[in-house]
């Protein structure tokens, strides 16, 4: 939530001006700190899936406690219910900021969570053998769709869609089904989303980044892998082997998601490809052992607080994100005129770091006073 608050910290925009020596790091951590253009990885396009996985992690403490409160299933099933419908028109509120109508879209991350969250439930508590069942047949079934979908492009078609993406967007014979813009939930968009009303009565046609709607599908596996990692923690292994399966996961997910991206499948995080859910997955799952490790079996916490302030207001911070930050900017600039702080070509990294330090203050009212923004 930090990483994706921050907007890269204006890093980008150093790297554009080319004014903050040494210029090759900015440009370097610059690459870290924005999506590729279709295929491959960095450190940017790990947030969405990070959100999304601990999502899932989650469940299965907030289900035994409130199991413990005396809530029965059926009244967990319809709160999750309410839940993903919320979650749905909250994204679809935050896309329309800004906007003369509203902006139906189902690709940000709040939508996405929202259209898979009621599945995920009814696999919650489940045996991991169901569990793992469950987001194989879904990675298995949703590759199979795009692999023998006859509509594949030639490679030269999508010159007019990809302008101004890198060229890796156009993949060569068997990966051109998962081209940018043609592939199967690419074409289911151009028909479901022509069923709402568009901006200023002009259909739909594709998406900007490539993203699409049926993103939710392979991700709600993404979210199906954090469900086993958090039934993991809170089951009765020693802390030494938790840690221990976390890693070799880690280790799995890393090995095979590139081998599938080499071979049978790219990995691609705007359509969410079956190998880019099982790549993603093997950071997000290295990254909560590197947590586990750290805060449970070392104890070391205090240095986490920043962290828990936010992750305790984790829908406060995107709303806020999403809707106070160009408040919060113009604000800024009024009173401390924050476009004056050109310190050394660095302006746009103290703006920035100022805007999120705003941003972190709230949650952290919110914190103290006990205020959590649940959905």
């Known amino acids: 939530m930090l990483a994706m608050a921050s907007a890269g910290l204006g890093i980008n925009e150093v790297a554009k001006k080319q004014e903050l020596p040494p210029l090759e790091f900015w440009k370097v951590l610059a690459t ?8 491959g990885c960095v450190f940017w ?14 469940m299965p403490f907030s289900f035994a406690s409130r199991m413990v409160a005396g809530q029965s299933w059926t009244t967990q099933f319809g709160n999750a219910v309410r839940r993903s419908l919320l979650l749905i028109l909250l994204g679809i509120f935050l896309s329309s900021i800004g906007r003369k109508s509203t902006n139906f879209t189902f690709v940000n991350v709040l939508t996405q969570i929202g259209l ?59 990966a051109q089904h998962w081209a940018r813009d043609v592939n199967p939930a690419a074409r289911f968009d151009s028909w479901f989303l022509n069923l709402f009303p568009q901006p200023n009565d002009k259909p739909f046609v594709v998406n900007s980044g ?31 082997s938790k840690l221990l399966i976390l890693m070799i996961g880690s280790l799995v997910g890393l ?50 607080f920043p962290l828990v302030v936010v992750g305790a207001n984790s ?32 302006g746009p990294i103290i703006e920035s770091s100022v805007i999120l ?7 952290l009212w919110l914190y103290r006073q006990k205020i959590f923004i649940k959905i």
């Open 315 to 346: 829908i406060a911070m995107y709303v806020l994100a999403s809707a106070f930050k160009p408040f919060a900017k113009s604000s800024l600039q009024t009173h401390l005129m924050l476009d004056s702080w050109t310190w050394a070509g660095a």
């Open 32 to 39: 870290q700190l924005d999506h590729v253009a279709w295929r």
């Open 116 to 174: 898979g969250y009621t599945f995920l439930f009814l696999l919650v508590n489940r045996k991991p053998w169901v569990q793992w069942n469950a987001a194989s047949l879904i990675l298995i079934g949703y590759w199979a769709w795009f692999a023998l979908d006859p509509g594949t492009a030639e490679a030269g078609s999508l010159s007019s869609l990809t302008e101004g993406w890198q060229k890796p967007a156009i993949f060569e014979q068997f």
């Open 255 to 304: 090995v095979l998601g590139k081998l599938l991206d080499m071979t049978i499948c790219p990995s691609v995080k705007r359509i969410w490809t079956p190998s880019w859910v099982i790549f993603s997955a093997g950071w997000t799952t290295g990254l909560l052992a590197i947590f586990y490790y750290v805060i449970e079996i070392q104890g070391w916490k205090r240095w986490s």
């Open 210 to 240: 490539g993203y699409t709607t049926l993103n939710f599908i392979p991700s709600l596996a993404t979210m199906i892998f954090g469900l086993l990692a958090g039934g993991l923690l809170r089951s009765e292994r020693t802390s030494r």
């Open 45 to 58: 396009d790990l947030i969405q899936p990070s959100f999304m996985f601990i999502v899932g992690v989650a």
């Open 357 to 363: 330090l705003v941003l972190w203050l709230i949650c």
